[in-house]
């Protein structure tokens, strides 16, 4: 069943009609439906082809701080999404020098936490297609030119335990390196902050506290949490829709806004703590919170999903990661 909704399309600054049908049987499909009980998409970030036109930096104010021209720089080019998510061009002009500077802060724990799938999906940062050396030396991931000059990811490794392949797919197990699970939500919160329209700021004043000091960082059991979804294959470009909750469920304890992120081979959900879900905050309240399967076209079977907990602030060592994934111009290396 298709169904069209009236949203603001944060890169081209305009409303637009967005219409998608239910591309998914079983299970997923009534979780889809379940969910869009509840919620409709408010707003689409599809990425840009150019970089946005962005105001005249003596006429900006930081989102994030309040402060503008007179007390802050902008000089830096601030990205809406991070580029390790292989963004180019989404950029916005609400976000000074210094507040850059602390999120990139958070962003090292994000890219960590990511892994070697920003390497093995070529996910381009400031320095290219970063190389992946596993925290226990292991495994090592890089891309490379073969003989005709064409981009193909190398891979060496130590044990057959690190590297498992047959005829259609790999798997890898590797170590990560060390990361902050609650700085790697915080990058989160900042990109669906940014998302938000001018109205709606201070509904989630909340996200500024939780960026700007650690208040509340022992509070964040009940919130810090993604669903991550990992599909077969890489996406060439990221994006990302938010969902609102419907004023006919204003009452119901679930969270007004859900973020999900696209980006690589990966979907992140969550969603941004609202000062008027004062549930979240009540002793005794339950928070329900209802997902979306994200929207895949190809075979539902190979989505893998993944609750995952981010509210802790000691930095996390040794976490083992296996993914398994099909890959198309893999070259290998011998053993070390």
Not at 175 to 185: A, E
Not at 282 to 305: A, H, K, R, V
Request: aromatic share 14%; glycine share 4%; net charge positive.
């Amino acid at each position: 069943m298709e169904r069209s909704y009236k949203v603001f399309n944060y890169t081209a600054r305009l409303f637009t009609d967005f219409k998608f049908d239910n591309p998914f049987t079983g299970q997923f499909a009534q979780a889809f439906d379940n969910f869009l009980e509840y919620y409709s998409p408010d707003l689409i970030v599809p990425s840009p082809q150019k970089k946005l036109l962005l105001s005249k930096k003596t006429d900006r104010v930081c989102r994030f701080c309040d402060q503008n021209s007179s007390s802050t720089s902008f000089r830096k080019i601030s990205h809406v999404m991070p580029k390790l998510m292989g963004n180019n061009y989404l950029i916005h002009d609400c976000e000074c020098d210094s507040c850059n500077e602390k999120f990139g802060l958070y962003e090292d724990s994000l890219a960590k936490y990511i892994g070697m799938m920003r390497t093995a999906d070529r996910l381009k940062g400031y320095s290219g297609v970063p190389k992946f050396k596993s925290a226990d030396g292991n495994l090592e991931m890089t891309l490379e030119k073969d003989e005709n000059g064409i981009d193909v990811v190398s891979i060496s490794y130590k044990s057959l335990e690190n590297f498992i392949k047959n005829d259609e797919s790999v798997t890898l197990k590797t170590v990560k390196q060390s990361y902050t699970p609650l700085h790697v939500m915080k990058s989160l919160y900042k990109i669906g902050y940014s998302f938000l329209k001018s109205d709606e700021l201070h509904d989630y004043k909340l996200i500024l506290k939780i960026l700007n000091t650690n208040v509340l960082d022992t509070k964040l059991s009940n919130f810090a949490r993604i669903v991550k979804f990992t599909f077969p294959k890489s996406l060439k470009e990221p994006f990302a829709i938010t969902y609102k909750k419907k004023e006919d469920y204003l009452s119901k304890n679930i969270p007004t806004k859900i973020i999900v992120l696209h980006f690589g081979r990966y979907a992140y959900q969550y969603f941004l703590p609202n000062i008027k879900d004062r549930f979240m905050f009540t002793d005794g309240e339950q928070c329900e919170w209802i997902f979306t399967p994200p929207y895949y076209l190809g075979d539902q079977n190979e989505i893998s999903m993944q609750r995952t907990e981010l509210s802790s602030n000691v930095l996390r060592k040794g976490e083992v990661d296996t993914i398994f994934f099909k890959f198309d111009n893999i070259a290998l290396g011998g053993k070390k």
